[in-house]
């Protein structure tokens, strides 16, 4: 399915928005986008949300005066090494797909508050998921382990 997605995300859709403002249009329904990828624009249309970056910064989108906290990846782990990487490339896909692809809210809409709480559980998913490492049975699960096999999510449930 090498369609375009002709929606731009639950996250931008309120129409509040002028043009230079607009993320790009999700290229496929089931790919991860590649690391140019914009997610979010300022009012000038300058990029504040790469997909590649380790920060992303969704305040342009914010309609309330009150700033919230940037997505910052680069924090998540004390050390960066390749399982860290992988896990980080997921909770990048997972939260690509809840900005373009949820429909979530109480209109249809994901607001950015939203996706920042969504985050805060993510990142300690993450973390959860790494941690599994000093378990020599189980090793570092993926994100889909996770939310896929019930007994690793009620262990991190009780977490």
């Not at 969704?58 to 940037?70: D, E, G, Q, T, W």
Request: aromatic share 14%; hydrophobic share 40%.
């Amino acid at each position: 399915m090498n369609a375009v997605v002709q929606s731009i995300g639950s996250l931008f859709s309120s129409g509040h928005f002028p043009a230079a403002c607009r993320p790009d249009s999700a290229p496929q329904l089931y790919a991860k986008p590649a690391s140019d990828y914009v997610l979010c624009r300022d009012e000038h249309g300058k990029t504040t949300a790469l997909y590649g970056d380790a920060v992303w910064d969704f305040n342009p989108y914010r309609l309330s005066a009150k700033k919230i906290r940037k997505i910052n990846f680069g924090t998540v782990f004390d050390e960066d090494g390749q399982e860290q990487l992988g896990l980080i490339e997921e909770a990048k896909y997972v939260l690509y797909c809840l900005i373009y692809f949820s429909g979530g809210g109480r209109l249809g809409k994901l607001s950015v508050s939203t996706l920042n709480q969504y985050w805060h559980v993510l990142r300690i998913a993450l973390r959860f998921c790494y941690e599994q490492k000093q378990k020599p049975m189980v090793g570092v699960l993926s994100l889909q382990q996770l939310f896929s096999v019930p007994v690793y999510l009620a262990a991190f449930i009780n977490y």
